[in-house]
């Protein structure tokens, strides 16, 4: 699915990505954990294409194709889907409205039909209720005046309407109280599927007691300084992430 | 030789200002256009070209001797090169209204699919769409629909020419009584010159039927657009007006001047609406109209309202601040506009809200957009005066930048004489979010289709005022002046 080779990138001039290293099957899901600062947002932003993340070095094939030819729209269209960190407002536009121009955007580009307003809201409703998600979203603006619990889950619940096959979770759990991280989770958890991957960014590990990755990676630094399966996020949560600096790489690696 | 001993013989004073001006009369196919240039014998000439009575000839004559006193107004956030007001020609209409058409079928099919053109709908169209308009080409009113209809329910709708001829008593009455021709250099200037315009008159208790329209066009080159708008609502009467302004693209500007005067007497309610696309010049600020209008609303009497809702795209410099004065006790104003600066234009626009009767309310909703090298600046007058027990004032006046050439100003004035009065002044300045694109890219939109979707959401709360129709227009406008925007 994703296949990240020496991937350099910068920030307003600043290397933040120092040569990471990694792939991503089908249906895999990846957690990504990190000190403040490491580049774990970075990664999200450099893959979806956003403006100032300049490449460097490096390659990202994603489904065979390199990525970074594509305009952020295109990538879009292909399938990757970045839940953000911070979702933005947007007054005054309808978050139905926003969301039927996504995915009619999306199935344009696939030369697929777009849908109406009445099959849309069909698929909405779905949806919703998949989601255990009240409609009272859907009359709102885009996030705005939404609180942090609402506004992650609209991510994915516009997730779950766009249905990719990369999504890119930017500490999704961030803000979040017990329940609205297990409502989110749960919510993530049915959009689990095998011909869709995802990498879940987070600090904690407590996300990963709801939502179990496949695959656990530790970025500090621009790089991928170790990778394990579940356990290896309940370490980093007991004994904090110093311990890789000295020399215990090796210890968990592999 | 005055011009009122020539009052119904229009040939014989086109001959005498003929042999009078050398240049003659710039007469083509379409037209006929006075020579360039203003003084008294033009004043005279068009009144007498109009066949008005003595009385409006005097009251124009004064306003144009006020009007020599007068200097342009320099304080505004505008750049303007000095206007040579003797460059430009006062009076054009097209050549038919020598024999004025009595029916649309008599107007020129050439004008009829001009407006064609411009989605007038002056046929069958206007009937679907409910709406009977007045078209003011270059400088003549040419046909009103649905005449019949508004009669049967006493709305009197016409071109203000008409009106001097047939409702002299109701335009003397009203004429200058909320924008005195001494209240500032353009009102002045419109008041000498004036062509023509709309009159709108509903009686005591009447809602009006249907929406009111006037469509705008400047055609001719090298001439000023100089209309004159009076709506008239008696006690407890109801009138939705809409304007909409075009003009061609020409490499020069164009002056437009226009004075729009409404009156609500008890209980009375009138909604203006303005759709403004007067050419705005090219990507270099080459060319396009000049907008100093002034227009004001006059809530004479209790518990009356009016309503200004303006989207402005258009016009190389937008000058304009429509008003009201609420005398009235328990009155209310409101003012909702969409500005848009793109390339080289500049809007100083805004409103002013004079609040004179206890009890008086007043909102006010401005949303500025600037984009190229666009200058947009808000300036609002909100005055309590001392007889104002209770007023309130609502302000929120919003600004949008899309790139970093352009600029957003606000020059919110607000004087409080009275101490039970509660001003509420509200404002932001947002730059269209790098943040907002991307979210929107990210979920497969185009930037274009991103780009016209915020900006249509940082206007819907002036947009839900416009009628269903104007809407819709006014959303398409501002994504087609802001092509090219961004990106």
Known sequence: ?254 | MTSDQNVQDTTSVDHFVQQKYRHGFVTDIESETVPPGLNEDIVRWISARKGEPEWLLEWRLQAYRRWLDMQAPDWAHLQIDPIDFQAISYFSAPKSDKDRPQSLDEVDPKLLETYDKLGVPLHERARLAGVAVDAVFDSVSVGTTFRKDLKKAGVIFCSFSEAVKDYPELVKKYLGTVVPPRDNFFAALNSAVFSDGSFVFIPSGVRCPMELSTYFRINAAETGQFERTLIIAEDSSHVSYLEGCTAPMRDENQLHAAVVELVALEDAEIKYSTVQNWYPGDENGVGGIYNFVTKRGDCRGDRSKISWTQVETGSAITWKYPSCVLRGERSVGEFYSVALTNNCQQADTGTKMIHIGRDTRSKIISKGISAGRGQNAYRGLVRISKSAANARNFTQCDSMLIGKGCGAHTFPYIEVGNPSAKVEHEATTSRIGEDQLFYCLQRGISEEDAVSMIVDGFCKQVFRELPMEFAVEAKALLEVSLEGAVG
């Open chain 1, 1 to 254: 699915m994703l296949e990240i080779k020496n991937l350099h990138a910068t920030v307003g001039g600043k290397p933040i990505l120092k040569g990471l290293d990694l792939s991503i099957a089908a249906g895999e899901i990846h957690a990504i954990m990190g000190p403040n600062g490491a580049g774990k947002s970075t990664l999200g932003n450099v893959i979806a294409g956003r403006d100032g993340y300049e490449v460097t070095a490096g390659e990202v094939l994603y489904q065979g194709k390199n990525l970074l030819e594509l305009e952020p729209e295109e990538r879009a269209c292909e399938g990757v889907f970045l839940a953000f960190q911070y979702p933005v407002e947007i007054p005054g536009v309808n978050n139905t409205y926003f969301l039927r121009a996504a995915l009619n955007a999306q199935r344009k580009y696939r030369d697929q039909p777009e849908l109406d307003s009445m099959q849309f809201l069909k698929l909405v409703r779905e949806k919703l209720e998949i989601l255990h998600i009240s409609d009272d979203l859907l009359h709102r603006a885009v996030n705005e005046g939404f609180s942090g619990g609402e506004k992650k889950r609209n991510e994915i619940f516009q997730m779950a309407v766009l249905e990719p096959s990369l999504a890119i979770l930017d500490e999704t759990d961030s803000g979040l109280d017990i329940d609205a991280l297990r409502l989110v989770a749960e919510g993530v958890n049915r959009l689990r599927s095998a011909d869709r991957s995802m990498i879940v960014v987070t600090h904690y590990q407590r996300l990963l007691d709801y939502i179990i990755p496949d695959a656990v990676h530790v970025l500090s630094d621009g790089k991928i300084v170790a990778s394990g399966d579940a356990q290896l996020a309940l370490k980093l949560e007991d004994q904090g992430y110093s311990w890789l600096e000295d020399g215990g790489i090796e210890a968990v690696a592999g």
